[in-house]
C-alpha cells in the first residue's frame, strides 16, 4: 500500500518484503529488460541509497512521452524476508500524488510480452534478490500553480532498510541521541556535580565567618 501524506512535502511510502520470487535474473535479462524500459532502470541498493534528485512529468500531461511518464528502478541487494521501504518526497505544492508499483523480473518481461525463460538464476545472481520498481504521478487536481499537470515535477527517491520495525536511519539517530544522554549521565552530570562539591566547599568557610 502506498501511503501519501500531503503537509509541506508530499510523501509516498511504499513498504515491501522480498520473497525468493524476486530472484535477481542473469546480465542478459537486465540488459533486456533495460532495453524494453522507457527512459531505462536506475539502481537503488539497499540497505539504503538515495537516488539523486529526478523528475517525472504526470500521466496527464499532454506534451509528455511515456518515457517522461515512467521512472523504472531496480531495488538490489535485498535480503530474503526483510522488510524495507521505498520512499517519494516533493513538494506539496505541485498537487501530485506518486503510485508505486513493484515487479520481479519476469514481470517486467511479461508486461512487453517476453518469454520469462532467460530469467533464470545462474551461479553469478544465485541468492541474490532484486524488485523492479515502476514510479508514476498523476495530478491530483488541487494546485495553485497553473497548467502544474504538463510541468516536469522534480522529487527524491530512497530505498531503505528496516531493523526492528524501523529504518536504518531513524535508527542511526536513536542511537546517537542515546549516546548523547549516557554521556551527560556519565561524564558531563558527575563532572558538573563535582565542580559544584567544590564551590559549595570554598564558600562554606566564608559563609559561616560572615553569620558569626
Not at 518515457?67 to 521505498?86: C, T
Not at 524488485?131 to 522534480?154: C, F, H, L, R
Not at 554521556?183 to 553569620?211: W, Y
Request: aromatic share 6%; proline share 5%; charged share 20%.
Amino acid at each position: 500500500m502506498c501511503l501519501c501524506r500531503n503537509v509541506t512535502a508530499n510523501t509516498c511510502i511504499r513498504h515491501f518484503s522480498p520473497s525468493a520470487a524476486h530472484k535477481s535474473p542473469d546480465g542478459h535479462t537486465l540488459d533486456l529488460i533495460t532495453a524494453l524500459t522507457p527512459g531505462g532502470v536506475a539502481v537503488l541498493s539497499a540497505p539504503y541509497m538515495l537516488a539523486p534528485i529526478a523528475t517525472i512529468s504526470t500521466q496527464q500531461s499532454t506534451n509528455a512521452s511515456r518515457a517522461d511518464k515512467e521512472q523504472w528502478y531496480r531495488l538490489d541487494a535485498l535480503q530474503l524476508g526483510v522488510s524495507y521501504e521505498l520512499r517519494i518526497s516533493n513538494a506539496a505544492a505541485t498537487g501530485v500524488d506518486f503510485e508505486i508499483e513493484l515487479y520481479t523480473a519476469d514481470d517486467v518481461l511479461r508486461l512487453h510480452n517476453k518469454p520469462t525463460d532467460n530469467a533464470e538464476l545462474s551461479s553469478e545472481t544465485e541468492g541474490r534478490l532484486a524488485i523492479y520498481a515502476k514510479v508514476t504521478a498523476s495530478y491530483a487536481g488541487y494546485s495553485t500553480w497553473a497548467d502544474v499537470e504538463n510541468w516536469p515535477i522534480t522529487y527524491v527517491i530512497v530505498l531503505e532498510k528496516h531493523v526492528a520495525g524501523l529504518p536504518v536511519q531513524a535508527l542511526k539517530l536513536i542511537a546517537v541521541l542515546v549516546l548523547v544522554v549516557l554521556f551527560g549521565l556519565l561524564v558531563a552530570t558527575p563532572r558538573l556535580i563535582s565542580k559544584l562539591n567544590s564551590v559549595v566547599a570554598e564558600e562554606r568557610p566564608k559563609l559561616m565567618s560572615k553569620l558569626e
